[in-house]
Nanobody
Framework: QVQLVESGGGLVQAGGSLRLSCAASGRTFSSYAMGWFRQAAGKEREFVAGISWSGDSPYYADSVKGRFTISRDNARNTVYLYLQMNSLKPEDTAVYYC????????????????WGQGTQVAVSS
């Protein structure tokens, strides 16, 4: 059974930090590219960051570049994906989702096949 479970969301003041985690199991996700998306209330889901199956070549949306860092741990049967978020801004407020993809470099939601349920991040001003 495929499961992607996000955690680590919460309420933080502007300028603060959070670290999101995603535990992916049920497939050989160590061979999948992975990514983070977010969806603010009333807006479309948007790409945040992506990473190859090996952890090389991370890439980011311009809005988070220099503030967020994506990483992954393939060492165990459950693959862990992380998103370190620093210098958070109120406009980062959204539900954050992790997702998997068959290939690297994708930024559109339809290019990702498995999704978690999301974790809420709220940044107060």
């Amino acid at each position: 059974q495929v499961q992607l479970v996000e955690s680590g969301g919460g309420l933080v003041q502007a300028g603060g930090s959070l670290r999101l985690s995603c535990a992916a199991s049920g497939r050989t996700f160590s061979s999948y590219a992975m990514g983070w998306f977010r969806q603010a209330a009333g807006k479309e889901r948007e790409f945040v960051a992506g990473i190859s199956w090996s952890g090389d070549s991370p890439y980011y949306a311009d809005s988070v570049k220099g503030r967020f860092t994506i990483s992954r741990d393939n060492a165990r049967n459950t693959v862990y994906l992380y998103l370190q978020m620093n210098s958070l801004k109120p406009e980062d407020t959204a539900v954050y989702y992790c997702a998997t993809s068959q290939d690297h470099g994708y930024i559109m939601p339809h290019e990702y096949n498995y999704w978690g349920q999301g974790t809420q991040v709220a940044v107060s001003s």
